[in-house]
């Protein structure tokens, strides 16, 4: 009998939206591509609100002003190199550009 233990790893961040217009649809679109990317699950929260990081819908439904805090929550043998890819994309998009 063979046993295959599959360890799913949790992680977690905080980000601020530097951004002056928020996180509107092209930021959003970009969080979406980066965490497409990734077979973890990466759910994104705001104020109690908690949206689908792969789904543009309910990142933009989120409402995140500038200055937001967002919790970052991935779930997932890639959970680690996820959060790394958003949190590289936060610090990339500097606030005038989108």
């Not at 599959?6 to 965490?35: D, I």
């Not at 705001?46 to 689908?52: I, L, S, T």
């Not at 990142?59 to 995140?64: E, G, I, P, Q, S």
């Amino acid at each position: 009998m063979i046993k295959i233990s599959t360890t799913l790893q949790t992680c977690r961040m905080v980000l601020m939206v530097a951004n002056a217009r928020g996180l509107h649809l092209r930021p959003a679109s970009q969080l979406v591509n980066v965490a497409s990317q990734f077979d973890a699950d990466i759910v994104v929260e705001h104020k109690g609100r908690k949206a689908n990081a792969k789904s543009l819908i309910g990142v933009v439904t989120l409402r995140a002003d500038e200055g937001a805090r967002l919790t970052v929550k991935a779930r997932g043998q890639d959970a680690p190199e996820a959060l790394k890819a958003i949190r590289d994309l936060f610090c990339l998009v500097s606030p005038a550009a989108a």
